[in-house]
């Protein structure tokens, strides 16, 4: 059965794509161009481009409007055009690795607002799979579209982004089928461990590689992300034992404000602000919750992508043509969540010139060209006079409210809000839940990273 099995890298071979065996590392970058639907393509699961450099940018201060470098990495580049397929990939593997799963014996079911289950889609195909995504029902067409086209089946669950607990009842009820699955990316710690290894180590790296080139002082002041499942801001966790003075910043959308006030409500951010504190939620070392306007993340993006306002930020702006275009390729909606947040973050903290702000692009416009048409047809055509308010408005005027520090007492409530999905609806005790308040429960749950990539190397032969 051994033999059957579809493999692919470590968490160090992520990490560090250079560290897998050279024949296997040619024909995967070769497949990733004619044929990237071969599962020789999850050896192309990393932050790396082909000459081993980060898949990032600098942004313009034209565009963030202060003096600290906001610098992002963005998931254009990975199989899916999306960095989650690195967590949906992990999850799978280290579940096929421990014998819970089986090509041909299990149907998987990845429960997603979105990129999670498109990676889902892809991973279990490539795999070997029988694979089923489950997904609000109002997510972008494109995302359907994706899913399919990778071979996996959809199953439409009522509500919009911040719909989680229908998901969670849909898989509640495919569970009582044994031979069903359920990768729950919101629970399962793999995702945490992709994130905290290669994530967090491949920023750390690009921050003194910046350094060496004269760019930022070697540190980084604030890890900004919003949370889905909170994989991404697990990154933060790797990055403060480097930088011990790093600020991990949460975002969340403010019509939805489950974190900052106990909220609850719609939203169109999608990937983000599922309503429930993930059970991978690194909580008690969080440093601030903010909350970012979802229309002005859907306008931001419309401005960054449409013919009208690219040519407003390059001619009135200022923004050289070249990246301009470039930045129009590597944004989605919840990429310019991120960047706002981290331009709230730099504000915040007062930093300046030489202090990097480092935040995740998690996917790209074509998950949202059905989202900008929409706009079209609500608002008109993106004209001059549209990309400058939206410009000015949106990016040159970050606003300063909708911020709350980690306080003891509010990241004891960040916290304590875990009881009410994971003890009351999902089973877990209250002494599973109060052991993760200890960061010592945290950090035992990272140093499996080297175990799994041992056990892995071994079961692969190489």
């Known amino acids: 059965m051994e033999k059957q099995l579809i493999w692919g890298p470590t968490f160090e071979e992520m990490l560090h794509p250079e560290n897998i065996p050279s ?21 192309n699961i990393t932050w790396k481009k082909s000459d081993g450099t980060p898949c990032y940018m600098v942004l313009p201060k034209e ?7 906001i610098i992002v990495l963005y998931g254009r580049d990975f199989p899916t055009g999306s960095h989650k397929v690195g967590a949906t990939y992990s999850v799978t593997m280290e579940k096929q690795l421990y014998g819970e799963i089986v090509p041909g014996k299990n149907t998987v079911v ?10 889902g889609a892809w991973v279990g195909a490539r795999m070997g799979y029988d694979s089923v995504v489950i997904l609000p029902e109002m997510m972008s067409r494109e995302r359907f579209e994706k899913i399919e086209g990778y071979g996996a089946r959809y199953i439409k669950t009522p509500g919009c982004e911040s719909s989680v607990k229908q998901i969670y009842d849909k898989c509640k009820e495919l569970s009582k089928d044994p031979k069903v699955k359920v990768l729950n990316q919101f629970e399962v710690m793999a995702n945490y461990r992709f994130h905290y290894y290669v994530t967090g180590n491949t920023i750390g790296e690009l921050v003194n590689d910046l ?16 949370m889905g499942s909170a994989g991404t801001i697990a990154a933060g966790d790797r990055l403060k034992e480097l930088f011990p003075d790093l600020k991990i910043v949460g975002l969340e959308p403010i019509q939805c404000p489950t974190l900052y006030n106990n909220g609850y409500g719609d939203h169109d951010i999608q990937g983000i602000g599922d309503k ?55 944004f989605g909606i ?11 973050s730099a504000k915040f903290w007062r930093l300046g010139k030489g202090d990097n702000v480092v935040t995740i692009l998690t996917d790209t416009i074509d998950r949202y060209h059905s989202v900008m048409a929409d706009l079209d047809a609500r608002y008109g055509r993106m004209d001059k006079t549209k990309a400058a308010v939206y410009y000015n408005s949106i990016f040159n005027n970050v606003k300063q409210d909708y911020i709350q520090e980690g306080t003891v007492n509010n ?6 809000l ?14 599973e839940l109060n052991a993760q308040r200890n960061q010592e429960w945290w950090q035992k749950e990272r140093e499996k990273v080297g175990e799994i990539d041992r056990l892995l190397k071994e079961i692969r032969g190489f």
């Not at 024949?23 to 050896?43: C, F, S, T």
Request: aromatic letters at 8%; proline letters at 2%.
């Open 411 to 416: 990241r004891d409530r960040w916290f304590n």
């Open 23 to 43: 024949d296997i590392r040619e024909k995967a970058l070769m497949a990733k161009e004619v044929n990237p639907l071969d599962p020789i393509n999850l050896y």
């Open 211 to 226: 350094n060496e080139k004269g760019i930022g002082n070697g540190k980084c002041a604030a890890y900004v992300s919003a």
């Open 334 to 344: 919840s990429g310019v969540c991120n960047v706002l947040g981290a331009i709230k």
């Open 110 to 119: 990845y429960p997603s607002t979105g990129n999670y289950g498109i990676g």
């Open 418 to 431: 875990k009881y009410y999905t994971w003890v009351e609806q999902q089973g877990k005790t209250v002494e």
């Open 63 to 69: 565009l963030t409007g202060v003096d600290a470098n």
């Open 276 to 330: 429930h504190v993930t059970w991978i939620h690194n909580v008690m070392n969080m440093d601030a919750i903010m909350c970012i306007d979802d229309m002005e993340c859907k306008l931001g993006l419309w401005l960054l992508t449409d013919s009208e306002g690219m040519e407003y930020l390059a001619e009135e702006v200022g923004i050289s043509r070249d990246v301009v275009k470039e930045m129009s390729t590597i």
